[in-house]
């Protein structure tokens, strides 16, 4: 028996097992793929955007800002502490579930759920990839070989969905909000090594003026950068002509210049990490067919955009494709029916609530794969309330993460990395001050 079984180890799934077992409860954490992290250590996404001087809920987010500095993974740029290393963020999180005592499987997840009225009783995870039996070793040397307890259902208290497409909401019955005309575009993320930052830096300083779009700083003797460039009207952008000589060129493809975002890396002092390719192709994120799709033809653009920036940008004359993200970068897909559904309008109206579980001011970003229809409104301090996290549905269920009950705009806000870092812990805690009650 746990008090909380977490499904899925990114970033809220994280912070809420971190936050819970720190508290002294039992919880086990369940995650897909070999290592914790998801968006930052599968998608590569980097560095953490900042959401405002007055975020709530930010406990596990310092903590892993003191774990990842402690081991060279992570450095303050242009007054944002959240520039991390992808490769060392795993290490970190190693530790930090290692020090909250938090039970933690990997490669494999939640295949199926068990019921009783309007509670999930316990969950049973998928024993395909896992050995049919365990190993113990006597005192002899000898290999003992026992019933593998995985293969059991497991029971908890709280069942916490942070798979980002909400999959135990589904294998549950829940009822959810999306509709199929809303979707924004998907993206796949890579890293180019050996790059000499020092001659890119200074190159990228001479062309471009604008300082709300690139920036360069020297931390401790190693340059750090981040510089952006769309296809779309807004603004004049400096890199625009390098982009249309190699479309004309043909080079590159008109529709892989649509959206070009670079950052450095901690801990990587010759390494870029992009924010692209974002692909204009309508994905479903939750089909097989698309998603694979996907996954070729952006990496077909990688190729591109890589040979892209040998050729036109100074310091890239030797650099070489290190990394490609293993997940696409999903900004939506299902988003659960909850307690309270949230909305746009709770934005703009800044409508405050009894347990908010997040303060942020980070902007309305919708993606779009047409010219000039993406939206990126301001906005200043906005709540999101527990019930949001709260399935409509199951009593003892949470959902933390993209997929939380919010309407496609308000969820465009709230999908960051910090939100969902204070969503998780939120979730957490307002569940260790129920256990508390009783």
């Given at each position: 028996?746990?008090?909380?079984?977490?499904?899925?180890?990114?970033?809220?799934?994280?912070?809420?097992?971190?936050?819970?077992?720190?508290?002294?409860?039992?919880?086990?954490?369940?995650e897909k793929n070999i290592h914790l992290g998801g968006s930052i250590t599968s998608g590569l996404v980097v560095p953490v955007m900042k959401s405002g001087e007055n975020q709530i809920n930010t406990e596990f987010y310092n903590a892993?800002?003191?774990?990842?500095?402690?081991?060279?993974?992570?450095?303050?740029?242009?007054?944002?502490?959240?520039?991390?290393?992808?490769?060392?963020?795993?290490?970190?999180?190693?530790?930090?579930?290692?020090?909250?005592?938090?039970?933690?499987?990997?490669?494999?997840?939640?295949?199926?759920?068990?019921?009783?009225?309007?509670?999930?009783?316990?969950?049973?995870?998928?024993?395909?990839?896992?050995?049919?039996?365990?190993?113990?070793?006597?005192?002899?040397?000898?290999?003992?070989?026992?019933?593998?307890?995985?293969?059991?259902?497991?029971?908890?208290?709280?069942?916490?969905?942070?798979?980002?497409?909400?999959?135990?909401?589904?294998?549950?019955?829940?009822?959810?909000?999306?509709?199929?005309?809303?979707?924004?575009?998907?993206?796949?993320?890579?890293?180019?090594?050996?790059?000499?930052?020092?001659?890119?830096?200074?190159?990228?300083?001479?062309?471009?003026?604008?300082?709300?779009?690139?920036?360069?700083?020297?931390?401790?003797?190693?340059?750090?950068?981040?510089?952006?460039?769309?296809?779309?009207?807004?603004?004049?952008?400096?890199?625009?002509?390098?982009?249309?000589?190699?479309?004309?060129?043909?080079?590159?493809?008109?529709?892989?210049?649509?959206?070009?975002?670079?950052?450095?890396?901690?801990?990587?002092?010759?390494?870029?990490?992009?924010?692209?390719?974002?692909?204009?192709?309508?994905?479903?994120?939750?089909?097989?067919?698309?998603?694979?799709?996907?996954?070729?033809?952006?990496?077909?653009?990688?190729?591109?955009?890589?040979?892209?920036?040998?050729?036109?940008?100074?310091?890239?004359?030797?650099?070489?494709?290190?990394?490609?993200?293993?997940?696409?970068?999903?900004?939506?897909?299902?988003?659960?029916?909850?307690?309270?559904?949230?909305?746009?309008?709770?934005?703009?109206?800044?409508?405050?609530?009894?347990?908010?579980?997040?303060?942020?001011?980070?902007?309305?970003?919708?993606?779009?794969?047409?010219?000039?229809?993406?939206?990126?409104?301001?906005?200043?301090?906005?709540?999101?309330?527990?019930?949001?996290?709260?399935?409509?549905?199951?009593?003892?269920?949470?959902?933390?993460?993209?997929?939380?009950?919010?309407?496609?705009?308000?969820?465009?806000?709230?999908?960051?990395?910090?939100?969902?870092?204070?969503?998780?812990?939120?979730?957490?805690?307002?569940?260790?001050?129920?256990?508390?009650?009783?």
């Open positions: 028996m746990y008090d909380i079984i977490v499904a899925g180890g990114g970033t809220s799934g994280c912070a809420a097992a971190y936050t819970a077992g720190k508290a002294g409860l039992k919880v086990l954490l369940i892993l800002i003191s774990e990842l500095s402690a081991i060279g993974g992570q450095v303050t740029y242009q007054g944002n502490s959240g520039w991390f290393n992808p490769e060392l963020t795993k290490i970190a999180l190693d530790r930090l579930m290692e020090k909250a005592s938090v039970d933690v499987i990997l490669g494999t997840s939640i295949e199926s759920v068990q019921k009783a009225g309007r509670d999930i009783v316990s969950v049973s995870i998928n024993t395909k990839i896992l050995s049919e039996y365990s190993e113990q070793i006597d005192t002899n040397n000898n290999y003992i070989y026992s019933h593998n307890i995985l293969s059991e259902p497991i029971a908890a208290r709280y069942i916490i969905d942070a798979t980002g497409n909400c999959e135990i909401g589904k294998i549950s019955g829940c009822d959810f909000l999306e509709e199929n005309h809303e979707n924004q575009p998907v993206s796949l993320r890579f890293i180019m090594s050996g790059v000499d930052l020092s001659v890119f830096a200074k190159w990228l300083l001479e062309v471009d003026k604008d300082r709300e779009v690139t920036s360069v700083e020297e931390i401790d003797g190693v340059v750090h950068l981040s510089t952006a460039y769309t296809w779309d009207n807004d603004k004049d952008w400096a890199l625009a002509p390098f982009f249309d000589d190699a479309v004309n060129k043909n080079l590159i493809k008109d529709y892989d210049r649509n959206y070009f975002q670079i950052f450095t890396v901690a801990g990587m002092p010759d390494a870029v990490a992009f924010n692209c390719p974002r692909l204009v192709d309508k994905i479903n994120p939750l089909n097989i067919m698309d998603t694979s799709m996907a996954l070729k033809y952006a990496r077909s653009s990688i190729l591109r955009l890589s040979r892209f920036c040998k050729t036109y940008f100074p310091g890239f004359e030797n650099a070489y494709v290190s990394n490609i993200a293993d997940m696409l970068g999903v900004r939506v897909s299902r988003r659960i029916k909850g307690r309270y559904v949230y909305t746009i309008d709770d934005i703009t109206e800044h409508r405050t609530f009894e347990h908010p579980v997040v303060v942020s001011d980070y902007p309305v970003d919708v993606h779009s794969a047409q010219k000039d229809e993406s939206i990126l409104d301001k906005t200043s301090d906005y709540q999101l309330p527990i019930e949001a996290l709260m399935s409509a549905d199951i009593d003892n269920l949470f959902v933390i993460g993209r997929c939380i009950s919010a309407d496609f705009k308000a969820q465009a806000a709230l999908r960051v990395q910090a939100s969902c870092f204070s969503m998780g812990e939120g979730a957490a805690k307002y569940i260790i001050n129920t256990l508390k009650e009783y």
